[in-house]
């Protein structure tokens, strides 16, 4: 029996924090994806340095080698639309069948696909993924409304229905006790599931139109999240329930969407307002001050997702404008 605990929480909203000194270093460059109008997305850096992309309005994964600029695609069966994709430490490159009802393991060696496909015909539109320390895989099911798990070795899925309507389960991140943590986009809600039991916990953000997109946790196990609806940057802490808000420095209508975090517990976030470039934000989560940010030179159109690799100290994300980009820290 799935059992749901749901924990007050207490909120408080602080005045923006002051900018911090401006990052010289700071810079970006984008690489135009050859196959126009495909939404690249979700880009992975395998150990070998290349970058593994969806593109999702495409229906391929492609990889893209920054050395010298060459692109490579490979095609999945139609109407995939891959959403998203990680790689395993076999170098196998997995990602999620928006449109298919499956996930999908590629191999990029020959460019065999094998497929895993969801055990309730509900959970047609498999989301984001993330590797548990099993090598495992947990998942969200944005419009079916589920969080799922799969055992990459015997192909087994477990799927975890999360309660009420429209809770449209998206970002997902694990903590340091691998337990995953998720947004509830279509609600005011942050979920986490024990692996052991498969028990949801709910946990209230205070505010109604609060719509949590994007997750990060850091190195002491806070939940951030960034609130598409409000324009704010949330801090949850699990053992209290209590909720923080920080104004993000575009407004209430800047729509921080893609989030990530550094070796530094810095977050890392786009703010995707129709009306002007991307800006790509920092915040230093121990000064509690925000890092000027940097325009995406495209525009960018939306920046859904964003990742960090360490070894280069850089960020990675697709844009809506067809390009990949990278952004590199000091």
């Not at 923006?16 to 495909?38: C, H, M």
């Not at 944005?142 to 799922?148: A, D, L, R, S, Y």
């Not at 923080?244 to 407004?251: C, L, R, V, Y």
Request: hydrophobic share 35%.
């Amino acid at each position: 029996m799935l059992m749901t605990l749901t924990v007050l929480a207490l909120s408080s909203i602080a005045a923006p924090p002051p900018l911090a000194a401006p990052l010289d270093s700071l810079t970006i460059r984008e690489w135009k994806v050859p196959w126009e109008n495909t939404r690249p997305r979700d880009p992975y850096v395998a150990p070998d340095g290349r970058i593994w992309f969806c593109g999702q309005a495409g229906n391929y994964i492609a990889v893209f080698d920054p050395r010298n600029d060459e692109f490579k695609r490979f095609e999945l069966p139609p109407r995939t639309n891959p959403h998203n994709l990680i790689i395993d430490k076999d170098g196998f490159i997995w990602y999620a069948g928006n449109r298919s009802a499956h996930i999908g393991r590629l191999d990029p060696r020959t460019g065999a696909v094998k497929q895993y496909p969801m055990p309730d015909p509900a959970a047609s539109d498999p989301h984001t993924l993330i590797f548990d320390r099993g090598n495992n895989i947990w998942f969200t099911v944005q419009n079916g409304g589920f969080v799922g798990h799969l055992n990459t070795k015997s192909g087994k899925v477990d799927l975890v229905k999360m309660p009420g309507q429209g809770s449209r389960p998206y970002g997902i991140m694990m903590d340091s006790k691998d337990h995953p943590w998720f947004n509830l986009f279509g609600t005011n809600k942050i979920g986490t599931i024990d692996p052991r039991t498969m028990a949801l916990k709910e946990y209230p953000l205070p505010h109604e139109r609060a719509r949590s997109r994007r997750i990060a946790v850091t190195s002491d196990d806070i939940i951030w999240y960034v609130d598409y609806t409000r324009g704010f940057l949330g801090r949850l802490d699990p053992m209290t329930g209590k909720v923080d808000e920080i104004p993000s420095p575009g407004g209430g209508n800047s729509f921080p969407y893609a989030l990530t975090i550094d070796d530094k517990d810095r977050l890392w976030y786009a703010e995707t307002a129709a009306n002007r470039p991307n800006r790509i934000i920092g915040y230093d989560t121990k000064s509690r001050t925000f890092v000027p940010g940097i325009e995406v030179p495209s525009g960018g159109g939306s920046v859904r997702h964003i990742v960090y690799h360490r070894p280069t100290k850089s960020l990675w994300f697709g844009t809506d404008a067809n390009t990949l980009a990278r952004v590199t820290l000091p």
